[in-house]
T-cell receptor
Framework: NAGVTQTPKFQVLKTGQSMTLQCAQD?????MYWYRQDPGMGLRLIYY???????DKGEVPNGYNVSRLNKREFSLRLESAAPSQTSVYFC???????????????FGPGTRLLVL | SQKIEQNSEALNIQEGKTATLTCNYTNYSPAYLQWYRQDPGRGPVFLLLIRENEKEKRKERLKVTFDTTLKQSLFHITASQPADSATYLC??????????FGTGTRLTVIP
């Protein structure tokens, strides 16, 4: 049981290049999320997917697109990378614990992206 | 707009003492609040969830309180150990079943 996996672990891009960050979970969770984490800013939600086939914008969606390919996989695409997108990107999936009101999130190890 | 504040960026404490971290939120009333631990270079890990109608929640050496009047949650680690050194994130729910994460408090437990 690998949990949440992300690829790549580290990437360097030039301004204007595109790339896709991959995320997969093997816990059969319905909801999945993409966050970015910057120093002093905390984790900010980019996009989320409450179920297969649905996606919604989070707090900072500009410059990104997502695809919920199936229940397991949720990818994040940067069409034209900018230096402001230099960050650490985390994917997460969530489940509602028995007897709980809300969903607990399980995070991947992160992708460190540097845009020059 | 919603705002989350964690009391300080960094907290140093002697081994064996109780660490207390503070999370304040403004402009809304979350139905529940979660706490996560994050180690350097890794993703956050869930620790505890507390509902708005619960005053206190415990798990081993961890205790969380939730004061909806003060709009504040306190996170305590008793008998702290060097292995407890990490960044702790407060995450109230946003009302859309998502979480709004604070910037975190970096705890260092000194042997």
């Amino acid at each position: 049981n690998a949990g949440v996996t992300q690829t790549p672990k580290f990437q360097v891009l030039k301004t204007g290049q595109s790339m896709t960050l991959q995320c997969a979970q093997d816990m059969n969770h319905n909801s999945m999320y993409w966050y970015r984490q910057d120093p002093g800013m905390g984790l900010r939600l980019i996009y989320y997917s409450a179920s297969e086939g649905t996606t919604d914008k989070g707090e900072v969606p500009n410059g990104y697109n997502v695809s919920r390919l199936n229940k397991r996989e949720f990818s994040l695409r940067l069409e034209s990378a900018a230096p402001s997108q230099t960050s650490v990107y985390f994917c997460a999936s969530s489940v509602k614990l028995a007897g709980s009101v809300g969903e607990t999130q399980y995070f991947g190890p992160g992708t460190r992206l540097l845009v020059l | 707009s919603q705002k989350i504040e964690q009391n300080s960026e960094a907290l140093n404490i002697q081994e064996g003492k109780t660490a207390t971290l503070t999370c304040n939120y403004t402009n809304y009333s979350p139905a529940y609040l979660q706490w996560y631990r994050q180690d350097p270079g890794r993703g956050p890990v869930f620790l505890l969830l507390i509902r708005e109608n619960e005053k206190e929640k415990r798990k081993e050496r961890l205790k969380v309180t939730f004061d909806t009047t003060l709009k504040q949650s306190l996170f305590h680690i008793t008998a702290s150990q060097p292995a407890d050194s990490a960044t702790y994130l407060c995450a109230p729910e946003t009302g859309a079943n998502n979480l709004f994460f604070g910037t975190g408090t970096r705890l260092t437990v000194i042997p």
